[in-house]
């Protein structure tokens, strides 16, 4: 393959490999950010959080989603729909407001119609659902554990995505810290896929988010990774990277972090790679000063510090971004 055609899509195709990036609407205006999108990644993560969807009851916004499905097929792109339950805590108050007071036939129901009507709509513009994310994080689920019941709220779930797409690979999505993977977290994200797959819940892939810091990355961050890729085995379920980026710190030699940062995202894809179970790997964001993560829980002086992506702030390629292509061109 030469030089002009050495793109990550180009690598990801030839290894029927999901390699993607959120798509965020606010940047649509940048046509090099499309440009990139296209060319660089295979799938893209469409945002389909419960209030922006359904932000009055039966009242549903496909707005996003029009948007994304529409450039996601003229690129022939894939779509993961993230998250269909999460957070609905801060959900649209017209549910976070009441729904401690409803029975459970009527939170059931709710959560029955948001998947089935946002999945339905999605169709096979969508090769996969995060259908729960971080089922292990204390309160993020909100009504639907404590009126449902903590594993029956992701066995409706699931089970309600299914119905709606019988082929899409359905996600169980987890974080598991900034310096590596909490094994004890990861026991109990485990722990649920072991019970609900006895009672046939139908759980494809293990959701990964790798959110790294290399001022506290441990050496055997990449030990861990392939524990974890065990693990996922043993249950019988994929492993998809589903949100990664790897900040780095303040102070200090900015030439020699971004080396090190480069280490690091080929270090995990290339552990990915070398794994046939584990079947993606999606950047949260693009451009270092167009991301999700962190943007609203940091000062701008540090959020402008972690520069964490494959792209920097005028969407030129860093040198993370040669350590996912290498670790791409070295393949399976």
Same mark, same amino acid.
């Given at each position: ?14 290894? *029927?490999? %999901? ?10 205006? /940048? ?46 792109? !894939? ?10 805590? =801060? ?19 709710? $959560? ?7 999945? *339905?709509?999605? #169709? ?5 659902? @995060?259908?729960? /994310? ?16 903590? &594993? ?10 299914? @119905?709606?797409?019988? /082929? ?8 598991? #810290?900034?310096?590596?993977?909490? !094994?004890?977290?990861?026991? &109990?994200?485990? &722990? ?11 759980? &494809?892939?293990? #959701? ?5 810091? $290399? ?8 030990? =861990? ?7 996922? !085995? +043993? ?11 790897? /900040? ?35 950047? %949260? ?11 609203? @829980?940091?000062?701008?002086? +540090? ?19 040669? #350590?996912? $292509?290498?670790? $791409?061109?070295?393949?399976?």
């Amino acid at each position: 393959m030469s030089d002009r055609q050495a793109t990550l899509r180009s690598y990801a195709d030839a290894l *029927h490999f %999901w390699i993607g990036t959120t798509f965020q609407g606010r940047y649509w205006y /940048n046509s090099k950010y499309k440009h990139i999108l296209a060319t660089q990644f295979n799938s893209g993560v469409s945002i389909i959080m419960f209030p922006m969807t359904q932000p009055l009851p039966g009242k549903f916004d496909f707005e996003g989603m029009d948007r994304d499905m529409s450039f996601a097929r003229a690129q022939g792109m !894939k779509l993961l729909g993230a998250a269909l339950v999460y957070r609905p805590g =801060e959900g649209p108050d017209w549910f976070r407001l009441l729904c401690w007071t409803w029975s459970k036939d009527k939170v059931d129901q709710v $959560l029955k119609n948001q998947i089935h009507t946002i999945v *339905h709509y999605g #169709g096979d513009a969508f090769y996969g659902w @995060e259908v729960v /994310n971080e089922p292990t994080s204390p309160h993020h689920n909100g009504c639907w554990s404590q009126v449902l019941g903590q &594993d029956d709220y992701i066995a409706r779930a699931f089970r309600y995505a299914r @119905e709606a797409a019988p /082929n899409a690979q359905l996600l169980l999505n987890d974080t598991f #810290g900034h310096d590596g993977i909490d !094994k004890a977290k990861a026991h &109990d994200f485990f &722990d649920i896929i072991r019970r609900l797959k006895v009672s046939r819940v139908p759980i &494809d892939v293990a #959701g990964i988010e790798m959110h790294l810091h $290399l001022d506290v990355l441990r050496p055997s961050y990449i030990d =861990e990774f392939k524990w974890f890729l065990t693990q996922a !085995k +043993e249950v019988g379920v994929q492993v998809q990277i589903t949100e990664m980026d790897v /900040n780095l710190p303040r102070g200090g030699s900015l030439p020699d972090f971004l080396q090190k940062q480069r280490e690091v995202y080929y270090n995990v894809l290339h552990t990915c790679l070398r794994d046939s179970n584990c079947t993606g790997f999606t950047t %949260w964001g693009t451009g270092d000063n167009m991301r999700y993560a962190h943007s609203l @829980e940091v000062s701008a002086d +540090e959020f402008m510090a972690e520069k964490p992506l494959l792209f920097n702030d005028n969407l030129d390629p860093k040198p993370a971004f040669a #350590g996912v $292509l290498q670790a $791409l061109r070295e393949g399976r």
